[in-house]
């Protein structure tokens, strides 16, 4: 059963670089056909498809944040990770890695505040 979990801070300042790593146990990020993608939700809106990493190392990105988003991963760690640059307010939201084949990590809340 493949599981996911999401670290990184909870709180980045405007115009910085949002970080966070799914860590991935149970299965291999380089499992055949399988897409690792990250997902959020603002609060009191709906989920936002970001982007994600397949099997191969290729990378998919959402056109609205695709000139901010990058996601890579370190296969010897089983992990990998999302940055989103030149934060803002409205990149306030609960993160999500998602496998959706397999599972969803629980969701790390990310607060962009002064």
């Known amino acids: 059963h493949v599981q996911l979990q999401e670290s990184g801070p909870g709180l980045v300042k405007p115009s910085q670089t949002l970080s966070l790593t799914c860590t991935v146990s149970?299965?291999?990020?380089?499992?055949?056909?399988?897409?690792w993608h990250w997902i959020r939700q603002p609060p009191g809106k709906g989920l936002e498809w970001i982007g994600y990493?397949?099997?191969?190392?290729?990378?998919g990105y959402s056109s609205s944040l695709k000139s901010r988003t990058s996601i890579s991963r370190d296969t010897s760690k089983n992990q990998f990770t999302l940055q989103l640059s030149s934060v803002t307010p409205e990149d306030t939201a609960v993160y999500y890695c998602?496998?959706?084949?397999?599972?969803w990590g629980q969701g790390t809340g990310v607060t962009v505040s002064s």
């Open positions: 998602v496998n959706l084949k397999e599972s």
């Open positions: 990493i397949t099997y191969s190392g290729s990378t």
């Open positions: 149970g299965g291999s990020l380089t499992t055949d056909n399988y897409y």
